[in-house]
């Protein structure tokens, strides 16, 4: 059984920036199409966007214009770019394959706070 790793998280002041990763032991991510989510607490989980496997992105909502989505197939990780946070942005971020069910890992956890 595979499982997603989500890193780089943390505590950041608004308007900074973090880069958050993606990694998975026992499967190859460079083979999929990959979305970010985040969660905030009490709330769904939601979309932030995602990268096909040839590189194109797409983005969801209030994180367009701030995030930029990115892999390294050499490294078989996928990044997210979050510039210009905002308090809002605090949430647990995850990765996943598109259109897969897969199962959860535990996530990144982004707080935006002065």
């Known amino acids: 059984q595979w499982q997603f790793v989500e890193s780089g998280g943390g505590l950041v002041q608004p308007g900074g920036s973090l880069r958050l990763s993606c990694a998975a032991s026992g499967i190859i991510l460079r083979s999929y199409d990959m979305n970010w989510y985040r969660q905030v607490q009490g709330k769904q989980r939601e979309l932030v966007g995602g990268?096909?496997?040839?590189?194109?992105?797409n983005y969801v909502g209030s994180v367009k214009g701030r995030v930029n989505i990115s892999r390294d197939n050499a490294k078989d990780t996928v990044y997210l770019q979050m510039n210009s946070l905002k308090p809002e942005d605090t949430a647990v971020y995850y990765c996943n394959r598109r259109n897969f069910a897969d199962p959860w890992g535990q996530g990144t956890q982004v707080t935006v706070s002065s």
């Open positions: 990268i096909t496997r040839g590189g194109m992105t």
